[in-house]
Every structure is written in C-alpha cells, then in structure tokens.
C-alpha cells in the first residue's frame, strides 16, 4: 500500500496533517511507510491526483473525494465535524484509512 501527502511549499496544514497522517497509519497500518510530495509547479499538479494542499492518496486514489482534480497550487479546505478546516480531523483520517482496508 502506498500512502502519500501532496502538498506545497507554503501550505500552513501540511505539517499538521502529515502528523496527522503518521500517528494514524501507525495505529491503523503499522510498518507502513508515508510519502510527501511537494507539488511546486503546474506541471506537476497536472501529473498527481492533486486536489489542493495537503492531498492524502492512498495507492493513487484520494482519501477525501472531492469535486476534482486542481493545477492550482492552492491550499484545500475539508469538511469536519467541527466546520471547515484545512485538515481533516485525526479521527476523520483513522476512519478513512480503516474504511479503505
């Protein structure tokens, strides 16, 4: 399985969703591995499922669907149980690792 973050440079919720990401794949996938990848070119956006930053695939599919693909390079907004973050909740990323298993 192949787990990977897409983010920019400057997304303010690529740290905090890569933490994230970690303590749930260690709890949920233990042993497995997490990629990052900056996307720092249109270019680039336009060859990964790049849905804005921070974008979490698994095996090349995006955890959180969304209306699409983007070259912007631009941050993304999630919906949670709180109202609209730049992140998914820890819990939200658990759910959707272990929905994916």
Known sequence: MT???????DC???VQTLHRLQVAVDKTLPGTSVEATVIDSIEKAKTQHFA???TILVDGVDLFPSEGRTTDLA???YFTPDG????PTQEQIEAAL???V
């Open 3 to 9: 787990i990977e973050l897409l983010y920019i440079e």
């Open 12 to 14: 303010p919720n690529s």
């Open 52 to 54: 804005g930053s921070p």
């Open 75 to 77: 941050c993304r907004i």
């Open 84 to 87: 609209i973050a730049g992140s």
């Open 98 to 100: 272990t929905a994916r």
